[in-house]
């Protein structure tokens, strides 16, 4: 079956630090990306690659970069976090008909 | 406001049961429609897909589309406690670079 796993699977961060969030696939997927998840809004699209070198911005942007420097690894950055961005982070791959997702990281940001 | 709409929110039903779930695109640029099942504490996994209008049925579980309206829905017979989740219908917009975009949910409780 699809694996892809996540690190660290709970953070604890404090406002203005730097979080990286990391997610490694091993099914050879090109596509890849990086969800939250809050109560009521489903799950929100924040960045996504086609391979590795891309990244696209998705939905919600905004307060984070992401990176992908191999077929395998995509990486999410909170350069400056805030409490807003305390949530259940997801990180998935794909083909055209299913996702896979990894078993999620919980970021609380004090 | 969500581009994708789930109803009901949520859904009590007695084992054994029917449960019916809801989903429709307010944005016409989509072409394919999938079902992801979330347990409490776990990740989504994909429960159905369908691409094409009309029915498809896997075991207890049956997807219905009407691309025309945008509309997909999800039926579970003979409902079960195991079937306690929460579903999210997701959507792929078929322009641009062909993104992704899930409902807000629908959070299934099955009573015994």
């Known amino acids: 079956e699809a694996a892809v796993t996540q690190s660290p699977r709970n953070k604890v961060a404090v406002t203005g630090g730097k979080v990286t969030l990391s997610c490694n696939q091993t099914n050879n997927h090109n596509n890849m990306y990086w969800y939250r998840q809050d109560t009521g809004h489903g799950l929100r699209l924040i960045h996504y690659s086609y391979g590795a070198g891309s990244t696209e911005k998705g939905d919600i942007p905004d307060g984070y970069k992401a990176s992908r420097p191999s077929q395998e690894n995509f990486s999410l950055i909170l350069e400056l976090a805030t409490p807003s961005q305390t949530s259940v982070y997801f990180c998935?791959?794909?083909?055209?008909?299913?996702?896979?997702f990894g078993p999620g990281t919980r970021l609380t940001v004090l | 406001q969500q581009k994708v709409q789930q109803s009901p929110e949520s859904l009590i039903v007695p084992e054994g049961g029917m449960a019916s779930l809801n989903c429709t695109s307010s944005d016409r640029n989509v072409d394919y429609f999938w079902w992801y099942r979330q347990r409490s504490g776990k990740s989504p996994k994909m429960l159905m897909a369908i691409f094409s209008n009309g029915e498809k049925e896997e075991g207890r579980f049956t997807v219905h589309l009407n691309k025309a309206s945008l509309h997909t829905s999800l039926h579970i017979r003979d409902s079960q406690p195991s079937d306690s989740a929460l579903y999210f219908c997701?959507?792929?917009?078929?322009?641009?670079?062909?993104?992704?975009?899930f409902g807000a949910g629908t959070r299934l409780k099955v009573i015994a």
């Open positions: 998935a791959s794909g083909d055209t008909y299913e996702q896979y």
């Open positions: 997701a959507v792929r917009r078929n322009t641009g670079n062909y993104k992704y975009v």
